[in-house]
């Protein structure tokens, strides 16, 4: 029997091509499906939207997941989405606590080169995303990219893991503070780490998200002024604190006054937020509102957060309770 894989493409760097030296999107990745080898996969293209990622908001996480609910419907094998990389990492996390136990694999894919171009590095990442979504005994959104400079496999990573950390260079994304699900080598699929098995057919959709959330960095010249401006007037923030989510002593009564959900992070890509092991930190921890993110990523912090606020009920439970593979043991650290 012939797999099936649906394509949603939103534009980004794998819908365009180069001309006259400046990428331009007016490339249809569709045109890449003969080039690929895949005969025995019946793909089907759907455009969801089209724009560069680093226009993406809410709203297009919103009717992207839709989108994919909708395929869903259709039964295929899986689902592959088209997208730019500057922001992937914000949409596959999105889409992994919009889009619950989907059942089916939901990969993510995109292009560091522009996808209609010679030697584009979108022809490789488009072909393991789709045998991924085709055959892989997987049920949740994952990323699929190239694993090395060389482009020699694909990396297989949990939605709520991954984070682009290479602003330009072919293997752009890892998996943050979490091993690989596995590898795609040779158009073998290789499955390293526990993972959500294929089963339901029929995903929790919920879409509904608290847009006024904030992510905030925090460096030595914050004051508790600074502070309390950027957090005026939000619903709750994510804070990335120093290290392993220090914050100064004078800061501690503005997180405090502002009485909503802070989740504390940290600015450090890999290991994670640990406070508790410092005396200095004993304080932060009575702070009430503030809710230690443990080692997700502080862009997964972000988006689960708005989804957790906007369901209401305990926030705080929420945060500390893993829904998607982002509050998993385990930590990923190439140091």
Known sequence: MTAKVIILTTGGTISHRTQK?????????????????????ALEFRTVFAKGSMAIVPDDWTALAAAAADAISAQPNGIVVLHGTDTLHYTAAALSFMLRDPGLPIVLTGSMLP??????????????????????????????FSADAARTAGLIIR????????????????????????????????????????????????????????????????????????????AGAVI?????????????ATIA?????????TQAVFGGERLGLYDVDQSILDIPNLIPAGNITSETALIKLMWALARGGDVRTMMRTNIAGECADGAADPS
Do not use: W
């Open 21 to 41: 030296g400046v990428a331009v999107l007016d490339f249809d990745p569709a045109a890449l499906a003969a080039d690929l080898g895949l005969a025995e996969i």
């Open 115 to 144: 996808g209609g171009d010679p030697g584009s590095d979108a022809l490789p990442n488009l072909r393991d995303a789709i045998l991924v979504a085709a055959t892989a005994d997987l049920g949740e959104v994952s990323v699929v």
């Open 159 to 234: 939605g709520v893991r991954a984070r682009k950390i290479r602003s330009y260079a072919i293997d752009a994304f890892a998996s943050i503070n979490a091993p690989p699900i596995g590898r795609v080598l040779d158009g073998e699929i290789v499955i390293d780490a526990a993972r959500a098995r294929r089963g339901r057919i029929a995903p929790l959709l919920s879409t509904e998200l608290e847009r006024n959330v904030v992510l905030l960095k925090l460096t030595p010249a914050v004051t508790s002024e600074i502070l309390a401006r950027q957090l005026s007037g939000a």
């Open 240 to 252: 990335e604190g120093t290290g392993i989510g220090h914050i100064r002593a004078e800061l501690h």
């Open 257 to 265: 006054a502002f009485g909503k959900p802070v989740v504390m992070s």
